[in-house]
T-cell receptor, first 115, second 113 residues
Framework: AQSVTQLDSQVPVFEEAPVELRCNYSSSVSVYLFWYVQYPNQGLQLLLKYLSGSTLVKGINGFEAEFNKSQTSFHLRKPSVHISDTAEYFCAVSDSGGSNYKLTFGKGTLLTVNP | GAGVSQTPSNKVTEKGKYVELRCDPISGHTALYWYRQSLGQGPEFLIYFQGTGAADDSGLPNDRFFAVRPEGSVSTLKIQRTERGDSAVYLC???????????FGPGTRLTVT
């Protein structure tokens, strides 16, 4: 079984500032890692994913994340945020084997971008 | 194109009543998933369909919960004898084939009074 810890429930930042949303996971097997964004009254949207290969993953809307196996982390970063990035962000993990359809989510981080 | 749709968007019911929540996946998607998101929590896996069959229902919390997908498209999540603890947002997702990217609907917010 896997678990995900998102270390910050809320992150307030000013527009054009950099941001990092932290995610740590626990698993006894190899994993796939994901970041989803949820805007108000909308479904979860995939930002980026790590399946294999390069540990630095680039996603939509200028976001990127780095897989660190030794620290079991998959932190999400953006060098300069916009007001429109205000949303809830979820880190998720699945095993890389037969049950890789089953996503385990963290509790989410609410990113609020202020002018 | 049209995304995953879920109806109703909100459902209020009394404790002990029966409810049905509907999910219309993206056309052509063979895999369908249900998750439950309680207040302050991330989504939790409930069940996964490949075609018409439930390939993994290990996340259903108890036998009051049941889901069907009779024609391999629309799915219905059914909850019998609802309890206040069932209050949550129920999310549906679909993917083109098993184990591919999941596309989520906006969810149904269920409130049991």
């Amino acid at each position: 079984a896997q678990s995900v810890t998102q270390l910050d429930s809320q992150v307030p930042v000013f527009e054009e500032a950099p941001v990092e949303l932290r995610c740590n996971y626990s698993s006894s097997v190899s994993v796939y890692l994901f970041w989803y964004v949820q805007y108000p009254n909308q479904g979860l949207q995939l930002l980026l994913k790590y399946l294999s290969g390069s540990t630095l993953v680039k996603g939509i809307n200028g976001f990127e994340a780095e897989f660190n196996k030794s620290q079991t982390s998959f932190h999400l970063r953006k060098p300069s945020v916009h007001i429109s990035d205000t949303a809830e962000y979820f880190c998720a993990v699945s095993d890389s084997g037969g049950s890789n359809y089953k996503l385990t989510f963290g509790k989410g981080t609410l990113l609020t971008v202020n002018p | 194109g049209a995304g995953v749709s879920q109806t109703p968007s909100n459902k209020v019911t009394e404790k002990g009543k029966y409810v049905e929540l509907r999910c219309d996946p993206i056309s052509g998607h063979t895999a369908l998933y249900w998750y439950r998101q309680s207040l302050g929590q991330g989504p939790e896996f409930l069940i996964y369909f490949q075609g018409t069959g439930a390939a993994d229902d290990s996340g259903l919390p108890n036998d009051r919960f049941f889901a069907v997908r009779p024609e391999g498209s629309v799915s219905t999540l059914k909850i019998q004898r609802t309890e206040r603890g069932d209050s949550a947002v129920y999310l549906c997702a679909s993917s083109p084939r098993a184990r591919e990217e999941q596309y989520f609907g906006p969810g149904t917010r269920l409130t049991v009074t």
